[in-house]
């Protein structure tokens, strides 16, 4: 056998003097813990002479006066109540000494079995507290406990047992160790051959006294950073102290003044903290996590049906209550109710403000594309930055310069409510009943956003859509009319006043601004003739693939991202479907299928016809071009891309980008280069397409609202439906599909 290392006795003896608190934790109760001291003490007891010499100070630890035990300490808790309460409370994994030392064997079991496993239970019990006292051992010891455990309740682990060789035929250590390691090399089930290598383990280092292994990794300096990851917090599902945060990568620090990401995930990905219960297992934590997205999916549907939503029944008492009580509390109460939260918080952009002697709701909304270069201020009307909604004249006493009750107090307010009337009122429904009921009434998520100071970058569809502020105030009035009507009451609304104004995103074209921009600006030049050189083709074809990117960008309200539309492998011609997937990370939550309209498929068809054209005629005196063509017609490769010279003049054919772009286009294109998205959206919530539907088109579903999922009801009419929409936009507007180069 292997030479006893050095030991190293200050760390020892540190340790040893800690060791109960090891065994037993605090956490444990009382009896528990002297139960467990009592099973410890009989385990060790009946420990072999011959086998405690190579333990060290452990016996003298265990017969110290400290921990002796009265045997009617047994009468107390007996083992398997203790074992018990520990599975019960979900403490087998944090307590797994206490756990390993009260467990029982099964009344089937013989007595030589029963024997035979408490040899074994004794000796890598004690040979686990050994390996904590000299090194750093936890995965080993973690991994032996839970084997010991499972091999007298689980009936896949129990063949273990017949494994261990009898310690009456080993008298000392060192040959039981031999033996174990030579059954170790028998061919054995993986189950079987795992599990005795965990015990097998822990004896043999215990035996030779094993330091540990610790892995230390040479640090390297860490590249710079090319995403950067910012963290939103969600609502509470329910009324729990589980934080749900949602990260969302970005280009650059702190979000960066951007539409949205351009990074997508397979699915959103969120990070569930339960402050609760910081001693779960990992797989209890992956449980709870799964639970809670569940929770947030069925939430985000807002079914009239779902226990989680509140009732018309509570709404109703708790507007009379507040109404006829007076009482301040009620009136936060009722402030959270008719805004989606009290303003502050986790909201932002959200103020309280008396105007003209009324308590209003003003909301600051600012996008990044608010904001316009000056030269286009003739060209596109501008967008407001404010909305101010009047509330109830049951809140205009409210105390806003005061900070709100807290939120004990507030709960405290709805269980008088809810004993008083026998509602489920809890803060997490007061506060998502106005989603709950804009959702029912078939209203876009994005107003429920604005109304509750969501911040764009957690709400994509905020910084794309332009909205009249006078459907926001409309929408909302009829929230808080809804409300006070359920308890028979008047919300004591101001006259309604229209404002013609909107807020959001300005790049909503004016009609006659979006016909100049394809039919002034973007139209390429004359085709060039058969025999003319390569640069001027090239030119035309640059000019060309502008107007073609813009078109099909526009009525797919793709993202602005290299290699925009993909390959032609993505496009079904029959029936005019294009999947998009439009984010660096090509699929998941990003990724769509759409009915592209008539014309598009019309443009779709004359640029594959003009890339036939140029491969043909460039076949023999540049190869390289004519092969990038043909890659384009077979979806090898991507369908879109230009045709440049490097500095020393050689052909260059590269896929379009946001920089090559911009090159290409120069002052022909003075918005962004995502124009499109915003314009489309702003078209489509003006028609009367389900949001849902729109959310889906321009791929910015929450979790739960896939409606390319697999449970979604969505048919292939509705996206036909949209496309028509988009086609009859394009009609309006005298936007037609252009041919490419043609050789007569």
Same mark, same amino acid.
């Given at each position: 056998?292997?030479?006893?290392?050095?030991?190293?006795?200050?760390?020892?003896?540190?340790?040893?003097?800690?060791?109960?608190?090891v065994?037993?934790?605090?956490?444990?109760?009382?009896?528990?813990?002297?139960?467990?001291?009592?099973?410890?003490?009989?385990?060790?007891?009946?420990?072999?002479?011959?086998?405690?010499?190579?333990?060290?100070?452990?016996e003298?630890?265990?017969?110290?006066?400290?921990?002796?035990?009265?045997?009617?300490a047994?009468?107390?808790k007996?083992?398997?109540?203790?074992?018990h309460?520990?599975?019960r409370?979900?403490?087998?994994?944090?307590?797994?000494f206490?756990?390993?030392?009260?467990?029982?064997?099964?009344?089937?079991?013989?007595?030589?079995?029963h024997?035979?496993?408490?040899?074994y239970?004794?000796?890598?019990?004690?040979?686990?507290?050994?390996l904590?006292l000299?090194? @750093?051992?936890?995965?080993?010891?973690?991994?032996?406990?839970?084997?010991?455990r499972l091999?007298?309740?689980?009936?896949?682990?129990?063949?273990?047992?017949?494994?261990?060789?009898?310690?009456?035929?080993h008298?000392?250590?060192?040959?039981?160790?031999?033996?174990?390691?030579?059954?170790?090399?028998?061919?054995?089930?993986?189950l079987?051959e795992?599990?005795?290598?965990?015990l097998?383990?822990?004896?043999?280092?215990a035996?030779?006294?094993?330091?540990?292994?610790?892995?230390?990794?040479?640090?390297?300096?860490?590249?710079?950073?090319?995403?950067?990851?910012?963290?939103f917090?969600?609502?509470?599902?329910d009324?729990?102290?589980?934080?749900?945060?949602?990260?969302?990568?970005?280009?650059?620090?702190?979000?960066?003044?951007?539409?949205?990401?351009p990074?997508?995930?397979?699915?959103?990905?969120?990070?569930?903290?339960?402050?609760?219960s910081?001693?779960?297992?990992?797989?209890?934590?992956?449980?709870?996590?799964?639970?809670?997205?569940?929770?947030?999916a069925?939430?985000?549907?807002?079914?009239?049906?779902?226990?989680?939503?509140?009732?018309?029944?509570?709404?109703?008492?708790?507007?009379?209550?507040?109404?006829?009580?007076? @009482?301040?509390?009620g009136?936060?109460?009722?402030?959270?109710l008719?805004?989606?939260?009290?303003?502050?918080?986790?909201?932002?952009g959200?103020?309280?403000?008396?105007?003209?002697?009324?308590?209003?709701?003003?909301?600051?909304?600012?996008v990044?594309?608010?904001?316009?270069?000056?030269?286009?201020?003739?060209?596109?009307p501008?967008?407001?930055?404010?909305?101010?909604?009047?509330?109830?004249?049951?809140?205009?006493?409210?105390?806003v310069?005061?900070?709100?009750?807290?939120?004990?107090?507030?709960?405290?307010?709805?269980?008088?409510?809810?004993?008083?009337?026998q509602?489920?009122?809890?803060?997490?429904?007061?506060?998502?009943?106005?989603?709950?009921?804009y959702?029912?009434?078939?209203?876009?998520?994005m107003?429920?956003?604005?109304?509750?100071?969501q911040?764009?970058?957690k709400?994509?569809?905020?910084?794309?859509?332009?909205?009249?502020?006078?459907?926001?105030?409309?929408?909302?009035?009829?929230?808080?009319?809804?409300?006070?009507?359920?308890a028979?009451?008047?919300?004591?609304l101001?006259?309604?006043?229209?404002?013609?104004?909107?807020?959001?995103?300005?790049?909503?074209?004016?009609?006659?601004?979006?016909?100049?921009?394809?039919?002034?600006?973007l139209?390429?030049?004359?085709?060039?003739k058969?025999?003319?050189a390569?640069?001027?083709?090239?030119?035309?074809?640059?000019?060309?693939?502008?107007?073609?990117?813009?078109l099909?960008?526009?009525?797919?309200?793709?993202?602005?991202?290299?290699?925009?539309?993909?390959?032609?492998?993505d496009?079904?011609?029959?029936?005019r479907?294009?999947?998009?997937s @439009?984010?660096?990370?090509?699929?998941?939550?990003?990724?769509?299928?759409l009915?592209?309209?008539?014309?598009?498929?019309?443009?779709?068809a004359?640029?594959?016809?003009?890339?036939?054209?140029?491969?043909?005629?460039?076949?023999?005196?540049?190869?390289?071009?004519a092969?990038?063509?043909?890659?384009?017609?077979?979806?090898?490769?991507n369908?879109?891309?230009?045709?440049?010279?490097?500095?020393?003049g050689?052909?260059?054919?590269?896929?379009?980008?946001?920089?090559?772009?911009n090159?290409?286009?120069?002052?022909?294109?003075?918005?962004?280069h995502?124009?499109a998205r915003?314009?489309?959206?702003?078209v489509?919530?003006?028609?009367?397409?389900?949001?849902?539907?729109? @959310?889906?088109?321009?791929?910015?579903?929450?979790?739960?609202?896939?409606?390319?999922?697999?449970?979604?009801?969505?048919?292939?009419?509705?996206?036909?439906?949209?496309?028509?929409?988009?086609?009859?936009?394009?009609?309006?507007?005298q936007?037609?599909?252009?041919?490419?180069?043609?050789?007569?």
């Amino acid at each position: 056998m292997d030479e006893r290392p050095p030991l190293d006795r200050e760390r020892y003896h540190r340790r040893l003097c800690h060791l109960s608190h090891v065994v037993c934790p605090k956490l444990l109760p009382p009896p528990l813990r002297l139960t467990t001291f009592a099973m410890l003490k009989w385990l060790m007891g009946n420990m072999p002479d011959d086998y405690w010499h190579r333990y060290g100070d452990l016996e003298r630890w265990a017969s110290h006066p400290r921990y002796r035990v009265n045997p009617s300490a047994l009468n107390i808790k007996t083992p398997f109540e203790a074992c018990h309460y520990l599975r019960r409370q979900q403490l087998l994994t944090e307590c797994g000494f206490a756990a390993a030392i009260n467990i029982t064997t099964p009344s089937t079991w013989s007595d030589d079995d029963h024997a035979h496993y408490r040899r074994y239970q004794q000796l890598v019990i004690v040979s686990c507290l050994q390996l904590h006292l000299i090194g @750093d051992h936890d995965s080993a010891i973690e991994n032996a406990l839970r084997e010991i455990r499972l091999i007298a309740t689980e009936a896949r682990h129990t063949p273990v047992l017949q494994e261990l060789p009898d310690m009456a035929a080993h008298p000392d250590l060192a040959t039981l160790i031999k033996t174990l390691r030579a059954n170790r090399q028998h061919s054995l089930p993986p189950l079987i051959e795992r599990g005795l290598g965990f015990l097998c383990v822990v004896i043999y280092d215990a035996y030779r006294l094993a330091k540990g292994v610790t892995r230390y990794r040479r640090s390297q300096k860490l590249p710079a950073a090319e995403h950067y990851v910012q963290l939103f917090q969600l609502e509470k599902t329910d009324d729990t102290d589980i934080v749900v945060e949602e990260l969302v990568m970005h280009p650059e620090p702190n979000g960066g003044l951007v539409d949205e990401p351009p990074f997508a995930l397979d699915t959103k990905t969120l990070r569930i903290h339960d402050p609760s219960s910081p001693h779960h297992s990992p797989f209890l934590r992956a449980e709870l996590n799964k639970r809670v997205t569940e929770q947030l999916a069925v939430r985000q549907l807002s079914l009239p049906c779902s226990f989680e939503q509140a009732s018309n029944w509570d709404i109703e008492h708790l507007v009379r209550g507040v109404v006829n009580d007076g @009482d301040p509390v009620g009136r936060w109460l009722l402030l959270a109710l008719v805004c989606g939260g009290i303003p502050g918080g986790l909201a932002t952009g959200r103020s309280l403000q008396v105007i003209k002697e009324r308590l209003c709701l003003v909301i600051e909304h600012k996008v990044p594309a608010s904001t316009l270069d000056e030269r286009l201020h003739a060209m596109l009307p501008p967008t407001h930055f404010r909305i101010v909604l009047p509330l109830p004249m049951v809140l205009q006493h409210l105390a806003v310069n005061a900070p709100p009750p807290s939120e004990q107090l507030l709960k405290k307010h709805l269980a008088l409510i809810n004993e008083r009337h026998q509602t489920r009122l809890t803060l997490g429904r007061v506060t998502r009943y106005l989603e709950h009921w804009y959702i029912n009434q078939g209203f876009d998520l994005m107003q429920v956003a604005l109304v509750r100071g969501q911040d764009y970058k957690k709400r994509p569809a905020l910084a794309y859509s332009n909205t009249p502020t006078d459907q926001v105030t409309k929408h909302h009035r009829a929230y808080l009319q809804f409300l006070f009507n359920l308890a028979g009451l008047d919300a004591g609304l101001p006259p309604a006043r229209s404002i013609p104004a909107t807020v959001g995103s300005s790049l909503l074209l004016p009609g006659k601004v979006l016909h100049n921009l394809f039919n002034r600006l973007l139209i390429p030049p004359p085709a060039p003739k058969r025999d003319a050189a390569l640069e001027e083709v090239a030119s035309f074809h640059n000019h060309y693939l502008c107007y073609v990117w813009a078109l099909l960008t526009f009525v797919t309200g793709h993202r602005d991202v290299t290699a925009p539309l993909g390959s032609l492998a993505d496009y079904n011609p029959i029936t005019r479907t294009w999947w998009i997937s @439009d984010k660096e990370i090509r699929n998941g939550l990003a990724a769509r299928t759409l009915v592209i309209p008539v014309t598009a498929a019309r443009q779709v068809a004359l640029y594959q016809a003009h890339l036939h054209t140029l491969g043909q005629r460039y076949r023999l005196l540049h190869r390289e071009l004519a092969q990038r063509c043909d890659a384009a017609l077979d979806g090898s490769q991507n369908l879109l891309f230009f045709i440049l010279h490097d500095n020393q003049g050689h052909l260059l054919l590269q896929d379009p980008t946001p920089s090559n772009l911009n090159q290409q286009l120069g002052d022909r294109l003075p918005f962004q280069h995502n124009w499109a998205r915003h314009h489309l959206r702003s078209v489509l919530l003006r028609s009367e397409l389900a949001p849902s539907v729109i @959310d889906g088109w321009m791929g910015h579903e929450e979790i739960g609202e896939s409606i390319f999922g697999r449970h979604s009801c969505l048919s292939i009419q509705t996206l036909q439906h949209v496309a028509d929409l988009i086609e009859a936009h394009l009609n309006f507007h005298q936007i037609e599909a252009k041919a490419g180069w043609q050789i007569l």
